[in-house]
Structures are given as structure tokens and as C-alpha cells.
């Protein structure tokens, strides 16, 4: 299985700042690399896909980079309600597999 | 607007199987898609369990290939997972994602599940 390691696993960050996660795969995904939010009580919530394609209805202030093992989500101008836990997948091989997850919280 | 609900009892005891159901609107499940079910576990784990595609084919993480069953009744346009001999380790919520190669688009609100005697 492809393992998802990411960071960090909490974060602390001030209104209008800007936070990057970071997603490190153990060998080439080739792309293949979604992020989901899932907000306190509520289900996971597709944000990007293919590294940095941003899903239908997402603010811009979300972007996804990266390539080959190493990945990132950046959140702009952070507002209230970005406070979540944010998540990678790999979608490159079966079985899909996750990130632990960051939970990012306001300062 | 595509819509998941999980359904089935919250409490099971060890050794038994674990049964949910999810039931989807706006979307007929034979006409694309994989159908997949994901959990998480308290402290965030996140595990793909393995999916259903819309011909009826499936696919199962190998962890849990020897005990899990994706199955669906088209009629309802509902699909299932059960999960056999369960223990205390399979308490988690458990989610139902409408999947296309891999990225989970459309997910259910979570079934929370226990596992106790």
C-alpha cells in the first residue's frame, strides 16, 4: 500500500493568515492526489483533485501544488470558517489511502 | 443535487457482522461511478473500505478482503456493507462516497458505530 504521510497533525493560525499543509506519499503518485475538508460534526467534503484542480464551489483562496511524492494545500486569508480537519488521499493505486490528517485551528 | 444516507444499528457485538445500508437520491447508481465505503476512527484514521462500481463489479482493500461484502439493489438504488466477525477495532463512523477513480466527490452525513458486548 502507498502510505500518506502528512503536516503537520495540528495547526494554529491567526484570521487572514496564510497556512500550508504538506502531503508526502511513499512513491510517485503521479498527480493523483485529492485534499478534503470535513468541518467539526459534518462529513468529509471534496476540495481539490488531481493536486490542484479545485472542486465545484470552493473558494479560491484554496489552491493545491505539487508532484511526484510531495504535495501541499494552501489556504489565503484564512476565515472562521476554514477551521476543520483537512485530509490527502492517493487515488494512483488501489487501495486508496490517507493522510492522518492536520486539524487546523484558530489562533 | 446527489444525496447519501448510511442507515443501520449503531451497536453491534463482537464476533458479529455489521450491516449498514446507503440509500442515494439525484443520482441513479448503475449509471456511473464507483460506490465506495470509507471509515474513520476516533482519533482521525481514515481507511477506504472498497467499492461497487456501477456494473455491479467490486473492489476490497486486502486488509479487509476476507471479511467485508459490498452488494446493492439497484431497485432502491441502494448499495450495502457488511463486515463479518467484527471487534472493538471497527468502532468508527463509517461513510458512503460516491467515488470516480478514486476521488470520493459526494459523501454521506457518517454512520457512528460500536462495537461492544
Known amino acids: 500500500d502507498i502510505q500518506m504521510t502528512q503536516s503537520p497533525a495540528s495547526l494554529s493560525a491567526s484570521l487572514g493568515e496564510t497556512v500550508t499543509i504538506e502531503c508526502l506519499a511513499s512513491e510517485d503518485i503521479y498527480s493523483n492526489l485529492a485534499w478534503y475538508q470535513q468541518k467539526p460534526g459534518k462529513s468529509p467534503q471534496l476540495l481539490i483533485y488531481y493536486a490542484n484542480s479545485l472542486n465545484d464551489g470552493v473558494p479560491s483562496r484554496f489552491s493545491g501544488s505539487g508532484s511526484g511524492t510531495q504535495y501541499s494545500l494552501k489556504i489565503n486569508s484564512l476565515q472562521s470558517e476554514d477551521v476543520s480537519i483537512y485530509f490527502c488521499q492517493q487515488n494512483y493505486d488501489s487501495p486508496w489511502t490517507f493522510g492522518g490528517g492536520t486539524k487546523l485551528e484558530l489562533k | 443535487e446527489i444525496q447519501l444516507q448510511e442507515s443501520g444499528p449503531g451497536l453491534v457485538k463482537p464476533s458479529q457482522s455489521l450491516s449498514l445500508t446507503c440509500s442515494v437520491t439525484g443520482y441513479t447508481i448503475t449509471s456511473g461511478y464507483d460506490w465506495s465505503w470509507i471509515r474513520k476512527f476516533p482519533g482521525n484514521k481514515m481507511e477506504w473500505m472498497g467499492y461497487i462500481s456501477y456494473s455491479g463489479s467490486t473492489n476490497y482493500n486486502p486488509s479487509l478482503k476476507s471479511r467485508i461484502s459490498i452488494t446493492r439493489d439497484t431497485s432502491k438504488n441502494q448499495f450495502f456493507l457488511q463486515l463479518n466477525s467484527v471487534t472493538t477495532e471497527d468502532t468508527a463512523t463509517y461513510y458512503c462516497?460516491?467515488?470516480?477513480?478514486?476521488?470520493?466527490?459526494?459523501w454521506g452525513q457518517g454512520a457512528s458505530v460500536t462495537v461492544s458486548s
Open positions: 462516497a460516491r467515488s470516480g477513480w478514486g476521488v470520493m466527490d459526494a
